[in-house]
């Protein structure tokens, strides 16, 4: 799926497991009675709140590092980037099954790199996704996502070398994954634990440079 500017307030992934639903439901009605299967069309419904992607206004802020997804903020704390080989600061975020699923990029920048893990010759605590956005100015980020086995693959809609807008959609994790951002050790984390945060919006850190 490429990067496109249209916006649909139901993500596109979400499409085919709503029609499924639907499907499922008028033929349920269809056979056993409209009245006796009403439960079932709450499924579809639940599923369009599952899926909703609502627009996100971008806040005017170039040194910070937005949340890339709504979540909750688990961990705080200073340890060794292994993608990159540099001291970072990790915020762990844990998206929820009723949480919004678009990923979007915390930042403005290009993609370095990104690594893809097998799910089956990963180790129990390995990342199935990472991805590593440097800005003009340098400074790096390194998004990790971390899913359940019987979880979809994330979905990554960028490759190697393509830019990115801070706050520009990029990706998708369905019904919730870990999510871990690695920031520069010199940044100044703007959240805290327990903290909900607005893909998009919420300023997870904020870039110090000294001029």
């Not at 919006?201 to 870039?207: K, T």
Request: a neutral charge; aromatic letters at 10%; proline letters at 6%.
């Amino acid at each position: 799926m490429a990067l496109t500017n249209r916006h649909q307030l139901i993500a596109s992934e979400g499409h085919w497991f709503i029609a499924a639903a639907v499907i499922l439901a008028s033929v349920a009605s269809y056979y056993f009675g409209a009245q006796l299967m009403l439960p079932i069309w709450l499924l579809p419904a639940l599923l369009v709140f599952m899926f909703r992607d609502p627009t996100r206004k971008i806040p005017p802020k170039p040194l910070a590092v937005l949340s890339p997804v709504a979540a909750e903020v688990l961990a705080i704390e200073n340890v060794r980037d292994g993608f990159i080989d540099r001291d970072a600061k990790k915020i762990v975020l844990g998206m929820g099954v009723f949480d919004i699923y678009s990923i979007r990029s915390p930042i403005e920048g290009k993609v370095v790199h990104q690594w893809y893990v097998d799910k089956e010759t990963a180790v129990s605590d390995a990342p199935q996704f990472a991805q590593w956005i440097k800005t003009d100015e340098g400074d790096d980020v390194l998004l990790a996502i971390y899913r359940g086995r019987i979880m979809p693959r994330p979905r990554c809609y960028v490759q190697i070398g393509e830019r990115l807008g801070q706050g520009q959609r990029c990706g998708f994790m369905s019904f919730g994954a870990r999510i871990e951002v690695y920031v520069p050790i010199t940044a100044r984390i703007d959240v805290e634990v327990g903290q909900r945060l607005i893909a998009g919006e919420h300023s997870l850190a904020s870039f110090i440079h000294h001029h």
